[in-house]
């Protein structure tokens, strides 16, 4: 049975979309998705996501830490930044990561509320196990690219047309699948080359992040699946697949 996919590359443009009854799958490289999938790889039993910085600020406790970035910066007061590397580094888990982005966290709200039946995070990292899941799955796909800022990106375009390369049984419906198509098609085989030509890449290398970058370009290093299970008073929980 073949699936529609469809590819969003901007938060901007989401409204021409519908996402009722889809598969969608939120992609954040740098850093947002990846940071959600190596929390949940290390053994946090839920990532907790919002907008909104004073609410994600007034959920840390002894069971959480509060994770978070605006502009690419860390978040005064905060454990942690957006950023995988850090969680793969922690010496103590605890149950729960709360996290707030600048790009990301906005594309899970956006997702809820346009009506999405199930909403996964998808990043190089976890880009196979992804696709193993979604092949198992009978929805059709929205591929939703958080970008930068309303912006279109390169990494999560590639990332996009790398999941699609690892996907069967799918239709592509609209230009965007097959320009992110395209594009991972033309530069696999010089990814880092390529992605090293990232506004985002090359803000977050001036910002002193080039251990995030490290890690989130790795691809299909975690065999992890992160998927929305409940979203309540703008507060969304992902845990498992």
Known sequence: MSKNLEVILTPAICSNFSFENKTV????????????????NR???????????ELARS?????????GER???KIPGFDLGNSPYEI??????PEN????????????????????????????????????YINRNNNDIILFCAGWKDHE?????????CLIDKLNHCSLVNDSAFMASSIYQSHQNNSLIFLEKANHYQRLMRKGNASDIEVCLQESSLSVVP???????????????
């Open 25 to 40: 799958v939120i992609i954040d490289v740098l850093r947002a998705t990846s940071t959600i999938a190596f929390a949940l």
């Open 43 to 53: 053994g946090f039993k839920k990532v907790i996501t919002c907008r909104d910085v």
């Open 59 to 67: 959920l840390k406790n002894q069971q959480s830490l509060v994770a």
């Open 71 to 73: 502009n690419g910066d």
């Open 88 to 93: 793969a580094n922690l010496e103590t888990i």
């Open 97 to 132: 990561l709360v996290l707030t982005s600048t790009n990301g966290t906005k594309s899970v709200e956006i997702a809820i509320q346009s009506g999405a039946e199930e909403i996964l995070c998808g990043a190089l990292v976890n880009v196979q196990s992804l696709a193993d």
């Open 153 to 161: 990106n390169i990494e999560d375009t590639y990332m996009a047309g």
């Open 227 to 241: 998927k929305l299970i409940s979203h309540q008073n703008d507060i969304s929980i992902f845990t498992k697949a």
